[in-house]
């Protein structure tokens, strides 16, 4: 099920995180958060543009924005899941 609602939720992810208003980008990070492990696994390309969106958020934001703490999660968790596919080798480069 996750591999059928991945593709149709990202876009709409993507858009959010990408929009002006603080609270949506909270909300699109917060949305993203229980699927990291599946984004890093199965996202394909859209990986890495996700993770450089969530990067670039974390450059303009205060730190006691609604979004920080959110983007943060949602690194975290997709970093630690991608490091733990290097080190079982399940991730080519």
Do not use: Y
């Amino acid at each position: 099920m996750l591999q059928e609602l991945l593709p149709r939720v990202l876009p709409a992810c993507m858009a959010g995180l990408e929009d002006a208003d603080d609270d949506v980008r909270a909300v699109a990070a917060e949305a993203l958060t229980p699927a990291a492990s599946a984004i890093v696994t199965s996202a394909g390309h859209a990986v890495n543009t996700i993770l450089l969106s969530l990067w670039d958020i974390l450059l303009d934001l205060d730190d006691l924005s609604p979004s920080t703490s959110r983007c943060v999660c949602v690194l975290w968790n997709a970093l630690i899941c991608g490091a733990f596919l290097l080190q079982m080798g399940d991730v080519t480069e």
